[in-house]
Nanobody, 124 residues
Framework: DVQLQASGGGLVQAGGSLRLSCAAS????????IGWFRQAPGKEREVVSCISLSDSRTYYADSVTGRFTISSDNAKNTVYLQMNTLKLEDTAVYYC?????????????????WGQGTLVTVSS
């Protein structure tokens, strides 16, 4: 089984930065794909970014390309999401998720394991 712990959310002004962390345990970390998703009130959960840890391939949603960066520290079994130039529309609960295959999956249903959410609020 895989356990995920997301952290790092908070309140930030528009234009600011936050770094989210997703700590994983329970299986061979390098076999995972880790995805970051977000869900704003009244909206469906959407993919933000994902990384295949076996080969470091990454994917970004168009809405965050150039502003967000996903990275991993395999020694710490942790994936990070650096979020820069935050916008009001980035406000959401952010979730990390995992599948134990090396594919860049972008649909929530593709993922088998989920962490609890961490709230990101961007203010004007």
């Amino acid at each position: 089984d895989v356990q995920l712990q997301a952290s790092g959310g908070g309140l930030v002004q528009a234009g600011g930065s936050l770094r989210l962390s997703c700590a994983a345990s329970g299986s061979t970390f390098e076999d995972y794909t880790i995805g970051w998703f977000r869900q704003a009130p009244g909206k469906e959960r959407e993919v933000v970014s994902c990384i295949s840890l076996s080969d470091s391939r990454t994917y970004y949603a168009d809405s965050v390309t150039g502003r967000f960066t996903i990275s991993s520290d395999n020694a710490k079994n942790t994936v990070y999401l650096q979020m820069n130039t935050l916008k009001l529309e980035d406000t959401a609960v952010y979730y990390c998720a995992a599948i134990i295959i090396p594919v860049l999956a972008v649909e929530p249903d593709d993922y088998d394991y989920w962490g609890q959410g961490t709230l990101v609020t961007v203010s004007s």
